[in-house]
């Protein structure tokens, strides 16, 4: 306020104090009442953030599980199919992801445990139809495509005289599908290319034509000899060889025994079941027979085996051979091209049994070229039948007999000394080899040897080829037969003449004035053998003969053979008188 104030004059100061409280007084009630609601008001939105707080927190776990849950369905862009979800889960089925490299670009579901892809253009999954391809790209568009065309189509098809009709202007044809029959129209003009069958030929049988990849294969029947006529190869029949002598072992089971060898074992060297051979230097070493030794096993499918066994330690010299062989015909080898760029491959196989565990050996030798194949096979376990298969590649080099000489020797070795013995090198070495060089010695070691179901074929192995007896005989009379007894040893002669065989008298020689009597030998044998004459023990070589009373009794005469080729013999009295009776066994020995 001034310092001087003049009378009359208007105190605007005071004034403006007095208004203001005023109002003051007016506004403090209005302003608590608007402070009291503004109040309130923040309650509530307190009390409603804190709701929305909570929704958002749910809202938040639920899209939290709505994110996994698109996350496992829907894997994203890969350039391959995934084998589990991002999460490393499981795929679940309708699991999606966009192929980057497949197609250029495409979307694949996983369905029924597998990825399947789907079409980013629709119409490219319509191939064809009856009037050509679909242009649209969109199923909506496909379809009514598809429409025009097929209206299209009744309308040339109409024009043929094929229409939706009934039945009735229809012929039946091919009988029915799902029990309906089926109808073909009749059409009385029109090309097969507008009904559908342009791809039908209707050629004649004969002038079909052969497609190239046909052609290629009945080419491939034909043979390679030019020989049209074998169309079709077929080696077995439910495992029976056919067309042939698949084994050209003989008597690999050790079956056949016309010797009579007992099974007690002999010393002898040379043959003893039909068609092996015990080839030794010194006499007395091994001793051998059929089933010798008796096992108590037999190897499976295999009642007959030939044992072997030394009959104590004995080391060979280097000059000594000691081994079981056989030698097999020229005749039943010839297929094996030996010498040629085809010669082929052949399989040993057989059963052994030994005392003495470790690496035998045997060996494959062609007397013709006087080269051998050495091998070695494993009897793993001793005292054990264990089955062996060894393959021999042909020789390529050298030519062997194919005639009814000796083609190959098979050899099983039995202690030879070092000259017969040799590394395996795999290939055809010179010289008459009978096994391995270190291999097991059953001579040195006094072992045994047994062995049966012996096989030599052309290719793999294959199961044992079992002949019938009447036909595993007959091979072996082709090599030795005699008159004797079953199972009588030839080596065993008769006491006397008359209990052996008697033979009725055959035409008298006009000339000789002597009996005369022909042997048919039961199969012509390989070649004209060599007889024994067996008689009695006084003249073992030579048959007994007997005359009339008055000529003297039966040692009086003797018997001897004079003709003789591979199909018969002919006997006859060595001396110049009547004799109606001959009387003796014999055995024919054309062995190679």
Known sequence: MPANFYPGQTDYVRKLNDLALAK????????????????????????????????????????????????????GAKALAPTSDNAGAALLAGATYWDTVLNGGCLRVFQAGAWMTIPTNVASQVAS??????????????????DTKKAVRATTLAGYGITDAQPSSYVPAWGSITGKPQFAAVATSGSKVDVGLGSVDNTADMDKPVSITQRAALDLKASQNG????????????????????????????????RGVPNSGTYLIGYGLDRWNYDASVAGKVAYGPNFYNVATRAPG????????????????????????????????????????????????????????????GALYNILANKSYVFSFSVPVANTWTKIAVSIPGDLASAMNTNNMQGLHLRFNLGSGVNFVRPVTGTWITGNMTGVAGAVNMLANNGNFLITGVQFEVGTA?????????????????????????????????TDALGLILSGG???????????????????????????????????????????A???????????????????????????????????????????
């Open 550 to 592: 008055a000529q003297g009794g039966v040692q009086g005469f003797l018997g001897q053979a004079g003709e003789i080729t591979n199909k018969y013999m002919k006997v006859k009295s060595n001396t110049s008188a009547r004799q109606y009776n001959i009387q003796g066994n014999w055995e024919a020995i054309a062995e190679i």
């Open 462 to 494: 294959t199961p044992f080829s079992r002949r019938s007896m009447a036909e595993e005989m007959s091979l072996c009379i082709r090599y030795y037969c005699n008159s004797f007894p079953e199972g009588a040893d030839v080596t065993v002669l008769a």
């Open 129 to 146: 139809t009856p009037a050509g391809g679909i242009v649209a790209t969109n199923v909506q568009a496909a379809l009514a495509e598809l």
């Open 24 to 75: 003051d007084v007016a506004d403090i009630p209005r302003n608590a009442a608007a402070a009291a609601a503004s109040a309130a008001a923040a309650g509530l939105a307190a009390t409603s953030a804190s709701a929305d707080a909570v929704k958002a927190s749910a809202q938040a776990a639920s899209a939290s599980a709505a994110f996994v849950s698109l996350d496992a369905r829907y894997l």
């Open 302 to 361: 295999f009642p007959n085996y030939l044992g072997l066994g030394a009959q104590g330690a004995y080391s060979a010299s280097a000059i000594e051979a000691y081994l079981l062989q056989q030698v097999i015909e020229g005749n039943h080898l010839a297929d094996l091209q030996y010498g040629t760029a085809s010669a082929k491959t052949c399989t040993l196989s057989a059963w052994v049994y030994s005392n003495i565990a470790g690496s035998h050996s």
């Open 227 to 258: 020989d049209v006529t074998l169309d079709f190869k077929l080696a077995s029949i439910n495992g029976s060889f056919i067309g042939g002598m698949q084994n050209r072992v003989i008597n690999g089971d050790m079956r056949i025994n016309q």
């Open 506 to 548: 055959e035409a008298v020689d006009s000339l000789e004035n002597n009996g005369r009597h022909t042997v048919k030998f039961p199969i012509p044998m390989r070649a004209t053998p060599t007889i024994n004459m067996r008689g009695y023990v006084g003249n073992p070589y030579s048959w007994a003969c007997q005359g009339t």
